[in-house]
């Protein structure tokens, strides 16, 4: 069964604490993405990963950190100094990076949901 | 800025009717759209696509026009069902070296029975 797995599906950090956010794909893709979504809001980027060992950040990326040390995982971790961290994380992947191609078209995985106790 | 914004925030439909959910976009190098759809509580799944150097891309049930000259973008949902109840939204890629998918915020269209 191919796709793109994130756990947990919920999560709760008390403050202070470092949390990381597990992403994994079985789909052969390239590029990896982290986005953070907030009510009433478009997704925010915080991270992307073209290929494995190498990573940029994204438009939000203060407050977090990644790895890529294979190719089908690009855990996402909150660090204690991301402010505001309660939100719903969403990873994604796609064949490459958009910017090569283009017409790539980014899959997402449920999500994984963040609350600051 | 450049940016990806919706007409309407919510939509409310009978079961059986045609829905239209509309997308305006201002970046002019935007080469590719895509249609999410997201329940409640779940990850954006990916409905529909379509190039810049079409007009109009039919799916099942589902139907994106694209209007380069007025910068608009549509979904249509055909014989509308409860279980396309979810939030909608748009994404746009501006292409060449530019990686960035840029969001709009997202329509909620309700069905009712």
């Known amino acids: 069964d191919g796709g793109i797995t994130q756990s947990p599906k919920y999560l709760f950090r008390k403050e202070g604490q470092n949390v990381t956010l597990s992403c994994e794909q079985n789909l052969n893709h390239d590029a990896m993405y982290w986005y953070r979504q907030d009510p009433g809001q478009g997704l925010r980027l915080i991270y992307y990963?073209?290929?494995?060992?190498?990573?940029q950040k994204g438009d939000i990326a203060e407050g977090y950190s990644v790895s890529r040390e294979k190719k089908e995982s690009f855990p996402l971790t909150v660090t204690s100094a991301q402010k505001n961290p309660t939100a719903f994380y969403l990873c994604?992947?796609?064949?490459?990076?958009?910017?090569?191609?283009?017409?790539?078209?980014?899959?997402f995985g449920p999500g994984t949901r963040l609350t600051v106790l | 800025g450049e940016s990806v914004g919706l007409h309407l925030p919510t939509l409310s439909v009978q079961e059986g009717d045609n829905s239209i959910i509309n997308c305006a976009y201002s970046n002019s190098a935007s080469d590719y759209f895509i249609w999410y759809k997201q329940e409640s509580g779940k990850g954006p799944q990916f409905i529909i696509d379509?190039?810049?150097?079409?007009d109009k891309r039919q799916g099942q049930r589902v139907t994106v026009l694209l209007n380069k000259t007025v910068k608009h973008l549509s979904l249509q949902i055909a014989a509308t069902q409860p279980g396309d109840s979810a939030v909608y939204f748009c994404a746009e890629n501006s292409g060449g070296s530019n990686y960035k998918l840029t969001f709009g915020k997202g329509t909620l269209l309700t069905v009712n029975p």
């Open positions: 994604a992947s796609s064949i490459s990076l958009a910017g090569a191609r283009s017409t790539d078209t980014q899959y």
């Open positions: 990963s073209q290929i494995v060992n190498d990573f």
């Open positions: 379509i190039r810049s150097n079409m």
